[in-house]
């Protein structure tokens, strides 16, 4: 059983940086595909980014060049690195693991999920 925790979420201001993290535990990191999803309010949750084993990205168009996720193989981390944050970003950010190959079949299919982490961005 995979086991995802999140951190790092919290307040910002509009403008600002910030970075969440997600520690993967419980099976061989180096066979999962990990990645980010987001879900405001009454919104349906949405992809944003992943990251395969050998560290291939992929991206939400609505992302791209804001958003930057890395991988740590050693300290089996994700981290998702946000800037130029817009109070529209409010939102729980989930993460997401799958037995995949390929960073954009997360969009797919998800095997596991994290309890997510709170950001919110202040105008």
């Known amino acids: 059983q995979v086991q995802l925790v999140e951190s790092g979420g919290g307040l910002v201001q509009a403008g600002d940086s910030r970075t969440i993290s997600c520690k993967f535990s419980?099976?061989?990191?180096?066979?999962?595909?990990v990645g980010w999803f987001r879900q405001a309010p009454g919104i349906e949750r949405d992809f944003l980014a992943a990251v395969d084993s050998r560290g291939n990205p992929n991206y939400a168009d609505s992302v791209k060049g804001r958003f930057t996720i890395s991988r740590d193989n050693a300290k089996t981390t994700v981290t998702l690195q946000m800037n130029s944050l817009k109070p529209e970003d409010t939102a729980v950010y989930f993460c997401a693991a799958a037995s995949l190959a390929r960073p954009d079949g997360l969009v797919q299919r998800v095997d596991y999920w994290g309890q997510g982490t709170q950001v919110t961005v202040s105008s």
């Open positions: 419980g099976r061989t990191f180096s066979a999962y595909t």
